[in-house]
């Protein structure tokens, strides 16, 4: 993406900001609004689209090599509770000597149902399975592999809204996370002359609501703002746990501190990336995100399940 | 400025400030989400961040042993939900709202306030 483009995408967020009104969309267990997150994903099927995902990190390998990914996933409701998202990213590595590698990762789907959604105590629970398509990416650059991985993994989400009204401001709390299990279609890779693993692919965040706070909790009359935003802290982490001969099971991933601004028809998020080891990476990377809520922004159209549309309007249920 | 980056401003821009509707939230309430007040409300007034549907948006208010203290059917006007109060002796009163936004998303929610002595 040209500089020119990132210039435009951040001055367009920002004139945007200042028109749009004071509304919050998209993932809702009851009275809990639970965003998109950055590094791990919300426990809802929705229409959405991430347009970009932008991070920069420093690779563990010495001396480290600066890396530039670009992703973009965009997520379509097939029924109420069924949607598929797809996802594509494009890496540029440039190593210490200069040398710089581009290309793009494997094609991926994610096919995802809503087991539960549990209005009165904000818990949300979501299957998944990923695939990432073996032989769709830039094989020959090392960012996409001719093996595919499918990853079956269990979402949920967790609002504190139900605890007893003396809990105060601790209310406005709320977590998710993911475990997946990632499973290669090849369990050798001849072309490194090594084991693919099998591995443990989990997450969570833990993220406290300024908007859950005003409208549900105490309004302090705090700046707009600061009304909008979401401080959170997000973990991805991955251990290979078979598979694995001739290697450490060392567990790498990173903890994001960041926070997500929620409007009307957009979120945005910026995190900081810091790695939990050396295996992990060099140093502290960041990863910001423009998030769009379909449904909101088109809702008579693409906002819309393919079948079984749900803006048939609901009944009233007290 | 480029053509690309003219059209990728104009999209952006657009999609943000001219779509017609979302999701409607609370924006502020009369009594003050949380708060005490030292005389008790006639009504209570939510505001909302987009037009409501008046045939699907309501509002209850209780006291604490979750008895009615509304006088019923609430006035839904553009973003503005009202509903009358019988008299409030002190103590503590839940509002609980669930409002359908013109686009047919539905939203819900609850709050207190207090009455002081």
Redesign the interface.
């Known amino acids: 993406m ?1 500089r ?2 990132l ?3 951040a ?3 920002f ?3 200042a ?8 993932c ?1 267990v ?2 809990r609004f639970l965003p998109a997150t950055l590094a791990t994903d919300d426990p809802c099927v929705a229409d959405e689209m991430s347009l970009p995902t932008v991070a920069w990190s420093k690779t563990a390998d010495v001396p480290p090599a600066s890396q530039l990914d670009l992703s973009f996933d965009f997520s379509k409701r097939i029924t109420e509770n069924f949607g598929v998202t797809i996802s594509q990213g494009w890496t540029s590595l440039r190593q210490a000597d200069g040398t710089l590698t581009q290309g793009f990762g494997n094609f991926e789907t994610t096919f995802q149902y809503q087991i539960l959604k549990d ?1 009165e105590h904000e818990l949300a629970i979501l299957s998944g399975l990923i695939v990432d398509w073996g032989h769709t990416g830039s094989t020959g650059s090392g960012f996409a592999t001719d093996f595919s991985l499918v990853t079956p993994t269990l979402y949920f989400g967790k609002g504190f809204g139900d605890l007893p ?1 003396s809990f105060g401001g601790f209310r406005a709390f709320a977590v998710t996370g993911q475990v997946g299990y990632q499973i290669p279609t090849s369990s050798f890779d001849f072309t490194q002359n090594a084991f693919i693993p099998q591995q443990l692919v989990y997450g969570a965040s833990l993220q406290y609501s300024m ?1 859950y706070l ?6 302090l ?1 705090l700046p707009d703002f600061i009304n909008h935003l979401i401080p959170i802290i997000e973990v991805s982490l991955t251990t290979p746990v078979s598979n694995n001969f001739g290697n450490p099971y060392t567990t790498t991933g990173t903890v994001n501190p960041g926070v997500i601004w929620v ?4 979120q945005v998020g910026l995190e900081a990336m810091v790695p939990i080891n050396r295996q992990s990476g060099t140093g502290v990377g960041v990863i910001g995100q423009l998030h ?2 379909l ?6 159209t693409i906002g819309q399940p393919l079948f079984g549309g749900t ?4 009944k ?3 | ?2 053509i ?2 003219l059209v ?2 104009a ?3 657009f ?3 001219s ?11 009369e009594p ?4 005490t007040t030292s005389t008790a409300p006639k009504e209570v007034v939510l505001f909302f ?2 037009n409501l ?1 008046a045939a ?1 948006s ?1 509002v ?1 208010v209780s006291d604490a042993s979750g008895a009615r203290v509304d006088q019923g059917k609430p006035k839904v006007s553009a973003t503005t939900m009202r509903v009358g109060l019988k008299p409030l002796p002190p103590g503590t009163y839940r509002v ?1 709202w ?1 409002v ?1 936004s013109t ?10 306030f207090q009455v002081g002595p």
């Open positions: 040209s020119h483009l210039h435009t995408l001055l367009a967020g004139t945007a900001v028109f749009t009104s004071d509304a919050f969309a998209h809702f009851g009275a209005r009204s908007p005003k409208s549900e909790i105490i309004d009359g409007g009307s028809y957009f769009l809520y449904d909101d922004m088109f809702p008579s803006s048939s309007t609901r009233l249920t007290f | 400025m480029r690309p980056t990728a401003t999209l952006f821009t999609i943000a400030i779509a017609a509707n979302a999701h409607a939230f609370l924006d502020h309430a003050r989400v949380g708060s961040s987009q549907e699907f309501t209850q609980r669930q359908l686009d047919t998303h539905t939203t819900e929610g609850n709050f207190t």
